[in-house]
């Protein structure tokens, strides 16, 4: 969309007001909500915000929702009567800006489980999807409250449903799909491959592959002083002990997806070692997987536009396309 630069303030943007509180869900930002500032004034906050990606990001939101509607309830309100924070679980759709019958993609923003940051780490890789053919939807998912799992988890298999529901109107040829994910998102993409919590407990197809980018694989991998955190988020006070079973590499087995893995060493919230252990974790079961390690690009950094990992997006989809 013409007219979007890194002083726009995401707030202002006509075709996206009435979906501003879902673009940093539950985020703030000093204090501010993250769309009330300018991209240029979030990357001079949070360095690893590029502010030209988040840019992109949301001027192809702008495009899809000028041609229609781009968020849908996942859930109807007779699901939500259990919990009312089922009504804040959407998706955006953003369609393939050429037509193929490429699988769709569910992307997942991370924020620790406390927040969806998609504005910073969704928006961006969809606009790219788009282009190289594939329709995307981002998922936003139940956050900010102990105890989290297996929320998302059950919210990720309600998308999923959801958008197979409405082929149809969703313009899609196949249910074949891959879920992207990071940070947070990636430690719920990373689970999604798993028989035992993913795809299989809720009876669904196995994703063609996943894309988990600087992932929390096993909470064992994670720096001490947020660990605890990590861990009371998961499974809540006093039952650390239970939430050590969400560890990818115990749940690990040979009907995994094909992963794209994706990392930069001096990532100072997700250690690096993360993504190396899953890289490890197949390459012993035998599932093609390939793993990217950039030097400098920390944590958050999405498209990886500025970062040793600029152009990973392409590089997965040639992964992508290469398995049969």
């Not at 063609?208 to 660990?227: D, G, N, Q, T």
């Not at 002990?241 to 100072?268: E, G």
């Not at 899953?278 to 012993?284: A, G, S, T, Y």
Request: glycine residues 8%; hydrophobic residues 40%.
């Amino acid at each position: 969309m013409e007219g979007i630069s890194i002083k726009t303030r995401a707030a202002d943007l006509e075709p996206v007001k009435k979906y501003a509180k879902y673009l940093m869900y539950k985020e703030l930002v000093d204090g501010r909500h993250p769309e009330m500032l300018t991209f240029e004034n979030l990357q001079e906050i949070v360095p690893a915000w590029n502010a030209v990606s988040m840019a992109a990001g949301i001027g192809r939101l702008c495009e899809a929702a000028q041609q229609g509607q781009v968020m849908y309830d996942v859930y109807t309100e007779e699901e939500c009567m259990d919990d009312e924070e089922k009504k804040e679980v959407k998706i955006w759709h953003l369609p393939a800006k050429k037509s193929g019958n490429t699988p769709f993609m569910i992307v997942i923003a991370g924020g620790a489980y406390h927040s969806v940051c998609s504005m910073v780490e969704a928006f961006p890789p969809a606009a790219k999807l788009n282009e190289l053919g594939y329709t995307v939807f981002i998922l936003n998912y139940r956050v900010g409250s102990r105890r989290v799992m297996p929320k998302p988890l059950d919210d990720l298999a309600a998308a999923y449903r959801y958008i197979c529901s409405c082929k149809k109107q969703f313009c899609l040829e196949t249910e074949e799909y891959v879920v992207c994910g990071f940070s947070a998102g990636g430690n719920l993409t990373s689970l999604w491959g798993t028989e035992k919590y993913g795809y299989a407990k809720y009876h669904l197809p196995k994703p063609k592959a996943v894309f988990p980018v600087y992932a929390v694989i096993s909470s064992r991998l994670m720096f001490e002083e947020s660990r605890e955190e990590f861990l009371k988020t998961l499974a809540g006070e006093g039952e650390l002990a239970d939430a050590s079973v969400l560890d990818v590499p115990d749940l690990m087995t040979k009907n995994y997806p094909p992963a794209y893995i994706v990392h930069c060493r001096d990532d100072s919230v997700v250690p690096v070692e993360n993504s190396i252990l899953l890289k490890e974790l197949l390459d012993e079961r035998h599932i093609p997987a390939r793993l990217e390690l950039g030097e400098k690009g920390g944590h958050s950094f999405g498209d990886g536009r500025g970062t040793d990992a600029d152009g990973w997006i392409g590089r997965a989809v040639t992964f992508l396309e290469s398995l049969q």
